[in-house]
């Protein structure tokens, strides 16, 4: 069976090569905006729309009247146009579906931060990477590139440069310390309590650096448009949230590679983060029309804690990792009053959400959320809270 497996590397690309990758973004983005334009235009002009074939079809065209389109590989201004078309498939599969179309629209250069090298174009030797029409750029080979290479990414974010393998590897199946099931709860305060009482502490990257980053969004709002300074400020926050994201998803890496290698079966709550962590509905009095007081503070705090947590990529993490060891299932539950069931004898015990401890007259006596961990893995074995429910 193969997977496809994807490694994120760090390039160290010289003074000159970075402008050059600067460069090479910068026409690639020219090259998806005047696509984007010219298909609004074919359907506002003609009704009909164009594609992907009649769109490459320019390419040469235009290599011909920008003869600067001459110094990128021309399977790159292929992918860009493959962008475009994707971006048009999503769009109309939205629309179709009923949900927010949101039709594509035109890309800055600030936010056209990769281009690719679908098929050639690409090779790594010695420790350094080749790139066509680019250079040798120094690249950290932090791991072993496994598999064949189908696609070369160059990836910006911020002052750093990454080059993203996409990998065809076969399944190396890998066989977990226990054959047991896990019940995962995933909180705020900790950010996972295992059905086994064991807890797994929420280390709130984002809460952390919160004043350095309101300290460099101050320092930003005091420079002049346009200016240099403003760049650099617009740098450092950038700098300090890709720091924030890096610690997380290490953190939540370390986690799901424990919990793969430990458990057979991994069983989660089946929550959505999204919707949790929308904004407060406005309140407004019936009478005279004035808005009441709706808790948008407090829940403004709830919701950056949630995101801040990272559940869904912790769940994201703990798939692929399971998908790749083969023997490692992860699996989703009903997280409906797995909160208030006890799980001792399976009454409805009403708890305040303040309210941290489980007590129940049969004597169960433990953490909430252990006890919901506890009803989370007592679902996926069978056990139904329905009548818990009912009564």
Not at 342 to 368: A, F, I, N, P, Q
């Amino acid at each position: 069976m193969m997977l496809k497996k994807t490694y994120k590397l760090r390039l160290y690309p010289t003074k000159k090569q970075t402008e050059k990758l600067e460069w090479t973004l910068a026409r690639c983005c020219e090259l998806y905006n005047a696509a984007l334009q010219e298909r609004r235009e074919s359907y506002t002009y003609t009704g009909k729309g164009t594609n992907y074939n009649q769109q490459a079809m320019q390419l040469p065209e235009i290599k011909e009247l920008r003869e600067e389109y001459k110094e990128i590989h021309s399977q790159v201004l292929q992918d860009v146009l493959r962008r475009v078309e994707k971006a048009f498939k999503d769009f109309f599969k939205r629309v179709k579906a009923g949900k927010k179309p949101g039709y594509p629209r035109f890309q800055s250069r600030t936010r056209y931060d990769s281009f690719c090298y679908p098929q050639a174009g690409f090779s790594i030797k010695n420790g350094r990477l080749e790139l066509s029409k680019i250079g040798h750029s120094k690249i950290k080979l932090h791991c072993k590139v496994l598999g064949t290479i189908k696609t070369c990414t160059i990836r910006r974010e911020g002052g750093c440069w990454y080059a993203c393998f996409s990998c065809e590897v076969g399944q190396v199946l890998r066989t977990p310390y226990t054959d047991e099931a896990v019940g995962i709860d995933l909180g705020v305060s900790k950010l996972a309590t295992l059905s086994t009482g064991d807890v797994i502490e929420n280390p709130k990257h984002y809460r952390r650096a919160e004043k350095r980053l309101a300290k460099a969004g101050q320092a930003l709002s005091r420079k002049k448009r346009g200016s240099q300074r403003r760049k650099k400020a617009v740098q450092r926050i950038a700098k300090l949230h890709r720091k924030v994201r890096n610690q997380r998803n290490d953190y939540l890496h370390q986690w799901s590679r424990r919990l793969v290698n430990t458990y057979e079966t991994i069983v989660f709550e089946e929550i959505a983060p999204a919707n949790l962590s929308k904004r407060a509905k406005p309140k407004q009095d019936e009478q005279t029309g004035q808005y009441l007081s709706n808790g948008a503070s407090a829940k403004s705090g709830l919701n950056k804690s949630i995101l801040d947590a990272g559940w869904s990529t912790f769940i994201a993490f703990c798939e692929y990792k399971a998908a790749n060891a083969g023997t490692v299932e992860v699996v989703k539950v009903d997280p409906k009053y797995t909160s208030q069931v006890c799980s001792g004898c399976g009454v409805v015990v009403k708890k305040k959400l303040s309210e941290r401890w489980h007590s129940c007259e049969c004597g169960t006596e433990l953490d909430r959320d252990h006890n919901a961990a506890l009803n989370i893995k007592a679902l996926w074995l069978g056990r139904s809270l329905q009548e818990a429910q009912a009564s």
